[in-house]
């Protein structure tokens, strides 16, 4: 990036980050001690991770120390300020005077938003990735089901005249991305309650079955990516009133809503 600022003799005014993980926002720190004028942009969720990118791996951990797995680069960003923070609602941004246009697009994160630029291509960050990532990874790393949805469609409602996928390259429509996108959600929801039709199920046990499932790799960050998406499945089917979460002997454990309760 910066090569190119250099080549062209761009003079970097702004950054704007959909969201808080590193691979979008891990460019900052470098940005700013280079050009300490530049002003960098995020909603006010993603601004507490920018600032403090240890919470990555601590929310990840439930709120305790870290295991050391996940205290890398690819989770845990160089830290950097957030000089403007901005509202969570779809708005016009002007920078430089050029008009830009904030859209939510909740579900990957909780405060990632999309930027219209102002000759309408719409940069989507991690709402909809790219078919190399849908072949890639068997579940994708959504953390609000319902919202992602959601954004999903409101994609689709968006007048623009290209987007550009942070995993995926520009393109003209989504339709058919997004038809994938919604299939491969109700295949992953299906199979987790597939897997408590009959018998409750520990957390650990569908976390084991997901990534057997979908071919996830063993190892601890995957094993931490996938629990996170297999909580924001459950707190979907709770929230629809399709399971309900009981302790059993010292076991979280994952019950069909229509079970009978033994005595
Ligand atoms: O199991 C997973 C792992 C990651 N993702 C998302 O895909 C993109 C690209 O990840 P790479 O590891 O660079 O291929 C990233 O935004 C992850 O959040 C996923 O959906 N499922």
Do not use: W
């Not at 870290?66 to 923070?85: C, D, G, H, Y």
């Not at 909740?106 to 719409?122: E, K, N, W």
């Not at 997004?178 to 039709?197: R, S, V």
């Not at 629990?227 to 459950?234: G, K, L, P």
Request: net charge negative; proline share 3%; glycine share 6%.
């Amino acid at each position: 990036m910066d090569k190119i600022i250099l080549e062209n003799d761009y003079q970097p005014t702004a950054i704007i980050n959909t969201h808080s993980h590193a691979d979008h926002c891990g460019g900052n720190h470098f940005f700013q001690k280079k050009y300490p004028d530049i002003q960098i942009y995020a909603t006010r969720f993603e601004t507490h991770f920018i600032e403090d990118p240890f919470l990555e791996p601590l929310c990840f951990c439930l709120g305790a120390l870290p295991f050391q797995e996940l205290r890398n680069k690819f989770l845990e960003a160089k830290p950097s300020k957030v000089t403007n923070v901005l509202k969570y609602e779809d708005h016009t941004l002007d920078i430089g005077g050029q008009s830009f246009t904030v859209v939510t697009l909740p579900g990957h994160t909780q405060g990632m938003i999309g930027i219209i630029s102002p000759d309408q291509v719409l940069y989507v960050g991690d709402a909809i990735f790219g078919e190399e990532t849908l072949e890639k990874h068997g579940i994708l790393f959504y953390t609000d089901i319902a919202k992602t949805k959601d954004s999903l469609e409101k994609l689709e409602r968006l007048n623009v005249n290209s987007y550009v996928l942070y995993h995926g390259g520009e393109r003209l429509s989504l339709s058919e991305l997004i038809e994938e996108h919604l299939k491969m959600i109700e295949k992953t929801k299906d199979f987790i309650l597939e897997q408590i039709a009959e018998h409750s199920t520990s957390l650990d046990f569908l976390v084991q079955q997901v990534m057997s499932q979908f071919n996830i790799a063993n190892n601890v960050i995957q094993h931490t990516l996938t629990s996170a998406v297999v909580r924001s499945y459950i707190t979907e089917l709770q929230q629809s009133g399709q399971v309900i979460l009981v302790v059993d002997n010292g076991l979280l454990q994952i019950r069909h809503s229509s079970q009978t309760i033994e005595p």
